[in-house]
């Protein structure tokens, strides 16, 4: 008995050089906040509220905030509930974070990265935000350490 051999049917591919255009799925990145863990974006839950929601076939490029880890997500199923993914793969990446300045003070204020959206902030000890959004840490320690001197000597 001869096996039959499918092919390829043209009308059923998209794209390509010389095609009209057309979008055959959608490329998202998202950066979950700081802390989150892998399985965490795993859950249909995780993704409820988006607008617009990620549909199905397209692909989601998941990085934390602080550089802990990578992913590479397939969208399988998309309501406004959530999206059932299928990881693809996942990446944990080291010492990509970086470190965070504590400058010699005795209010205990300190310079932390707070990921690509906040950037480099200046906190207090109990985490309140007294300055934020400098492209690095040495121009936050340089407003936190002007800032502690205008208070000490005002």
Known sequence: MESIIRKASQVRLQGGPGSEPTVARSHWVYTAEGGTQVTDILQYEYWAGLNPMPQPWDILEVREELGAWWAQLL???????????????????????????????????????????????????????????????????????????????T
């Open 75 to 153: 969208v399988r199923q998309s309501t406004s509930e959530g999206i059932t993914v299928a990881g693809i793969k996942a990446l944990e990446l080291e010492s990509v974070a970086p470190r965070n300045f504590v400058p010699f003070d005795g209010e205990g204020c300190t310079v932390v990265y707070k990921g690509p959206f906040l950037k480099w902030c200046c906190e207090t000890r109990e985490g309140r935000q007294l300055q934020g959004g400098f492209v690095d840490e040495s121009a936050a320690a340089a407003w936190l350490r002007d800032h502690l001197w205008v208070k000490r000597n």
